[in-house]
């Protein structure tokens, strides 16, 4: 097999790490001192260093993910849904916190509440990034009650100059201009991905490998790996790329996916390996096998909401997570509706082992496409008609 098939084999056994050993470095700061774009632009360039990690939003955890700074801004207007209807959330992300597989970035937000602020009991480390002193002393107290060792405090200042001025024993500096739509730069920003970097390397050797190796399915597909060896860039994939994704891995195989990739991509391989599994590894749960879904009318108080719009040749079902977060162990509960239209979008905000198990779930479709919100519109993750190939994109009936 290729080589970013890894072979799992159960002799000799690979011992796991201890997850509350990885470290967890949260980003704390007022609203709009720029956490969320710091936290982008961290998470991007450790990205470009191959530096396992996670970037964790959790204000509450709503799955925006990178889209929420990278698409356009009516596309972010029209997604993004803040608040909940409950805090049901909270120890379901403190424990995934706690037994994380990755080291992690988390983004609290600007204000936690007293019960938002237990989260930061399961982090390791603190970056400060504030715009006054009134803000600062209030992120360091709550940072000190929590026992947060600081990397770095940093100065928030939008029309200001970036500057370093001290890199021991904590890392201090300017970040300026830290706007929606722009990104990190300047010494301290340099300074403080370095830092980072060497952190959480030092935290995770072999910890990749050993990842690969409890993976559930013979066929563990490294997506990094299998980017490269289609040419294309694991940081940035791209729609069109699909159709040599899928001429490339075997069909109707079990197969194990690892590593960071777009909804779309999880979720037509998701349907290309079905009935056969389909595993992936989950940042804050390791590997778990793509639920299958049940069908039926959803009624409250489900914890996903469907609502369905009808177009002459397709319909698209709008999902809806009222309390932003989806516990896996609900998945067996979740009823979704048959929709007897020739193509199928499918539009919301959802982790990617819902994205796969949707894309299973709705095979009897002649076409079925997934919302990716940095296009705009959908990509195609599976079809049977040559007038819709894979790959392709096509809008959203609701931005019609």
């Given at each position: 097999?290729?080589?970013?098939?890894?072979?799992?084999?159960?002799?000799?056994?690979?011992?796991?790490?201890?997850?509350?050993?990885?470290?967890?470095?949260?980003?704390?700061?007022?609203?709009?001192?720029?956490?969320?774009?710091?936290?982008?632009?961290?998470?991007?360039?450790?990205?470009?260093?191959?530096?396992?990690?996670?970037?964790?939003?959790?204000?509450?955890?709503?799955?925006?993910?990178?889209?929420?700074?990278?698409?356009?801004?009516?596309?972010?207007?029209?997604?993004?849904?803040?608040?909940?209807?409950?805090?049901?959330?909270?120890?379901?992300?403190?424990?995934?916190?706690?037994?994380?597989?990755?080291?992690?970035?988390?983004?609290?937000?600007?204000?936690?509440?007293?019960?938002?602020?237990?989260?930061?009991?399961?982090?390791?480390?603190?970056?400060?990034?504030?715009?006054?002193?009134?803000?600062h002393a209030e992120w360091a107290a709550r940072f000190a009650q929590?026992?947060?060792?600081?990397?770095?405090?940093?100065?928030?200042?939008?029309?200001?100059?970036?500057?370093?001025?001290?890199?021991?024993?904590?890392?201090?500096?300017?970040?300026?201009?830290l706007e929606r739509g722009a990104q990190a730069q300047g010494a301290?920003?340099?300074?403080?991905?370095?830092?980072?970097?060497?952190?959480?390397?030092?935290?995770?050797?072999?910890?990749?490998?050993?990842?690969?190796?409890?993976?559930?399915?013979?066929?563990?597909?490294?997506?990094?790996?299998?980017?490269?060896?289609?040419?294309?860039?694991?940081?940035?994939?791209?729609?069109?790329?699909?159709?040599?994704?899928?001429?490339?891995?075997?069909?109707?195989?079990?197969?194990?996916?690892?590593?960071?990739?777009?909804?779309?991509?999880?979720?037509?391989?998701?349907?290309?390996?079905?009935?056969?599994?389909?595993?992936?590894?989950?940042?804050?749960?390791?590997?778990?096998?793509?639920?299958?879904?049940?069908?039926?009318?959803?009624?409250?108080?489900?914890?996903?909401?469907?609502?369905?719009?009808?177009?002459?040749?397709?319909?698209?079902?709008?999902?809806?997570?009222?309390?932003?977060?989806?516990?896996?162990?609900?998945?067996?509960?979740?009823?979704?509706?048959?929709?007897?239209?020739?193509?199928?979008?499918?539009?919301?905000?959802?982790?990617?082992?819902?994205?796969?198990?949707?894309?299973?779930?709705?095979?009897?479709?002649?076409?079925?496409?997934?919302?990716?919100?940095?296009?705009?519109?959908?990509?195609?993750?599976?079809?049977?008609?040559?007038?819709?190939?894979?790959?392709?994109?096509?809008?959203?009936?609701?931005?019609?």
């Amino acid at each position: 097999m290729a080589s970013f098939h890894h072979k799992y084999t159960k002799d000799p056994p690979i011992g796991q790490p201890n997850f509350r050993t990885l470290p967890a470095v949260v980003i704390g700061g007022p609203p709009h001192s720029g956490k969320s774009v710091l936290a982008y632009s961290l998470t991007l360039a450790l990205r470009q260093r191959e530096t396992p990690h996670y970037l964790l939003r959790a204000y509450p955890p709503d799955y925006e993910g990178d889209w929420f700074l990278a698409a356009e801004p009516e596309t972010v207007r029209h997604l993004r849904c803040k608040g909940t209807q409950s805090e049901a959330w909270l120890p379901l992300l403190q424990r995934d916190i706690a037994a994380r597989r990755l080291p992690l970035l988390v983004d609290v937000g600007g204000l936690p509440t007293p019960e938002q602020e237990a989260l930061l009991t399961a982090c390791t480390h603190g970056i400060l990034l504030t715009p006054d002193p009134a803000s600062h002393a209030e992120w360091a107290a709550r940072f000190a009650q929590h026992g947060l060792p600081l990397l770095a405090d940093l100065r928030s200042d939008l029309h200001g100059v970036n500057a370093l001025t001290a890199q021991a024993p904590v890392l201090q500096g300017t970040l300026a201009g830290l706007e929606r739509g722009a990104q990190a730069q300047g010494a301290a920003f340099t300074a403080l991905v370095e830092r980072l970097a060497q952190l959480f390397t030092t935290a995770t050797p072999g910890l990749v490998r050993q990842h690969l190796a409890a993976a559930p399915a013979e066929l563990a597909v490294d997506l990094a790996a299998l980017a490269r060896q289609l040419g294309q860039d694991p940081h940035q994939w791209l729609p069109e790329a699909l159709p040599a994704v899928l001429d490339y891995l075997p069909e109707q195989v079990p197969l194990a996916l690892y590593g960071r990739g777009p909804n779309w991509l999880y979720a037509a391989i998701a349907a290309y390996t079905w009935p056969a599994p389909c595993y992936l590894f989950d940042v804050r749960l390791g590997w778990i096998e793509t639920p299958r879904l049940s069908w039926g009318t959803p009624t409250p108080p489900t914890p996903l909401q469907v609502t369905l719009q009808h177009a002459p040749t397709c319909a698209q079902l709008d999902f809806r997570l009222p309390d932003t977060y989806l516990d896996l162990a609900e998945a067996p509960h979740l009823r979704l509706p048959p929709v007897p239209a020739p193509g199928l979008l499918l539009n919301g905000k959802l982790p990617h082992w819902l994205w796969a198990a949707l894309a299973r779930h709705y095979q009897p479709s002649q076409w079925l496409a997934v919302a990716h919100p940095p296009l705009a519109g959908a990509v195609i993750v599976r079809s049977h008609t040559a007038s819709q190939p894979v790959g392709s994109a096509v809008p959203l009936l609701s931005a019609l």
